[in-house]
Antibody, heavy 120, light 114 residues
Framework: QVQLVQSGAEVRTPGASVKVSCKAS????????LHWVRQAPGQGLEWMGR????????NYAQKFQGRVTLTRDTSISTAYMELTSLSSDDTAVYYC?????????????WGQGTTVTVSS | DIVMTQSPDSLAVSLGERATINCKSS????????????LAWYQQKPGQPPKLLIY???TRESGVPDRFSGSGSGTDFTLTISSLQAEDVAVYYC??????????FGQGTKVEIK
């Protein structure tokens, strides 16, 4: 079945970086854009950016420009989100999400989420 | 940036009764090219990722019960649960995809049983 499986929980100290992986299966990885969305504890959903797995090109939310990088390895159908200069405000669950565009648009497949905790 | 504002922040509804959630965008999300609104609704249950319910403001995703319906156009939208079931307890989010690739979500509306 179609699924996105993310890497496990991470704990980092302030100022460090984190890289989360997202492995796609059950569909052609390069056909669908992938977004990254985060959710701080008890808070709503925040869009971080979108990557085109075919070209490798990415667009980022203004808030995260310069601090987030989206990459992929098409040989293993895996996307990555790296966030640098972490602070306690970055403590959140991070989701990778498939973007279905065209006649039936929507974020239709979500990873299980990766909890990133930033604490000294 | 398009700002999405939902109301109310939370509501409690009796089982079998109607639940109505509103979503307002800071600018129109109506596409002139296809006359469709680039607005989606998601449901998030505790401890789970969100689930796509509705796209194009009113088209139900495959497998979504027909008690869920979406309406509205331009800047004002509504998600209605016609007869609330226990399994509908969740937080609901609206999202615009008009300003692609950017996506913005409303702050969420928590639906509980009265």
């Amino acid at each position: 079945q179609v699924q996105l499986v993310q890497s496990g929980a991470e704990v980092r100290t302030p100022g460090a970086s984190v890289k989360v992986s997202c492995k796609a299966s059950g569909y052609t990885f390069t056909v669908y854009y992938l977004h990254w969305v985060r959710q701080a504890p008890g808070q709503g959903l925040e869009w971080m950016g979108r990557m085109n797995p075919n070209s490798g090109g990415a667009n980022y939310a203004q808030k995260f420009q310069g601090r987030v990088t989206l990459t992929r390895d098409t040989s293993i159908s895996t996307a990555y989100m790296e966030l640098t200069s972490l602070s306690s405000d970055d403590t959140a669950v991070y989701y990778c999400v498939r973007d279905r565009i065209g006649d039936r648009p929507g974020m239709d497949v979500w990873g299980q989420g990766t909890t990133v905790t930033v604490s000294s | 940036d398009i700002v999405m504002t939902q109301s109310p922040d939370s509501l409690a509804v009796s089982l079998g009764e109607r639940a109505t959630i509103n979503c307002k965008s800071s600018q129109t999300v109506l596409n002139n090219s296809n006359n469709k609104n680039s607005l989606a609704w998601y449901q998030q249950k505790p401890g789970q990722p969100p689930k796509l319910l509705i796209y194009w403001a009113s088209t139900r995703e495959s497998g979504v019960p027909d008690r869920f319906s979406g309406s509205g156009s331009g800047t004002d939208f509504t998600l209605t649960i016609s007869s609330l079931q226990a399994e509908d307890v969740a937080v609901y989010y609206c999202q615009q995809y008009y300003n692609t690739p950017q996506r913005t979500f409303g702050q969420g509306t928590k639906v509980e049983i009265k």
